[in-house]
T-cell receptor
Framework: QQQVKQSPQSLIVQKGGISIINCAYE??????FPWYQQFPGKGPALLIA?????SEKKEGRFTISFNKSAKQFSLHIMDSQPGDSATYFC???????????FGQGTELSVKP | KAGVTQTPRYLIKTRGQQVTLSCSPI?????VSWYQQTPGQGLQFLFE???????NKGNFPGRFSGRQFSNSRSEMNVSTLELGDSALYLC???????????FGQGTRLTVV
């Protein structure tokens, strides 16, 4: 019930392509869904987040799509760049404070 | 505005010893959460403190403990270290309940 399942585990995309990472959850009490980007040797950096009252949120090249009925959400990176090569984590939070449940991560590699 | 600061960045300890890690949150943030990151288990929630009180706790043994001071700075302690405690320990701060969480760079703990 507390799990967040993320796929794929790794992803290779050509420069300029679209990167898509998917996450699924079971706990319907989750009400906040952030995405984090992590570079080697660094802590995760908040990329974009969504709440279940909207189906899509866009910030620059990054878009979250949210499907409440399917309990799924995804990150789309448009016009992917080599600098986007990093590990991406989806997460979910139930309205009980700062406890984030993370997916297992997706290692994205954008080839020039 | 200064980010989340974790000290030390790197630590090597011997099995059986204890260790204390420190986290200074973003100014004004009252919630501090701790996470353990390993290649096998990913990012796992340890505990959260808000206004000096533990608000949430993950599924870790009692050897892992923490506290928060009146200035919101937090420490976590691991006693009787085991080889499996080798990990990146991350601290995240947020303003309050279910708000954006910002991570520090982490403390890399190696137990030998």
């Amino acid at each position: 019930q507390q799990q967040v399942k993320q796929s794929p585990q790794s992803l290779i995309v050509q420069k300029g392509g679209i990167s898509i990472i998917n996450c699924a959850y079971e706990n319907t009490a989750f009400d906040y869904f952030p995405w984090y980007q992590q570079f080697p040797g660094k802590g995760p950096a908040l990329l974009i987040a969504i709440r279940p009252d909207v189906s899509e949120k866009k910030e620059g090249r990054f878009t979250i799509s949210f499907n409440k009925s399917a309990k799924q959400f995804s990150l789309h990176i448009m016009d992917s760049q080599p600098g986007d090569s990093a590990t991406y984590f989806c997460a979910a939070n139930e309205n009980q404070g700062g406890k984030l449940i993370f997916g297992q991560g997706t290692e994205l590699s954008v080839k020039p | 505005k200064a980010g989340v600061t974790q000290t030390p960045r790197y630590l090597i300890k011997t099995r059986g010893q204890q260790v204390t890690l420190s986290c200074s949150p973003i100014s004004g943030h009252r919630s501090v959460s701790w996470y353990q990151q390993t290649p096998g288990q990913g990012l796992q929630f340890l505990f959260e403190y808000f206004s000096e009180t533990q608000r949430n706790k993950g599924n870790f043994p009692g050897r892992f403990s923490g506290r928060q001071f009146s200035n919101s700075r937090s420490e976590m302690n691991v006693s009787t270290l085991e080889l499996g405690d080798s990990a990146l320990y991350l601290c995240a701060s947020s303003w309050g309940k279910n708000t954006e969480a910002f991570f520090g760079q982490g403390t890399r703990l190696t137990v030998v």
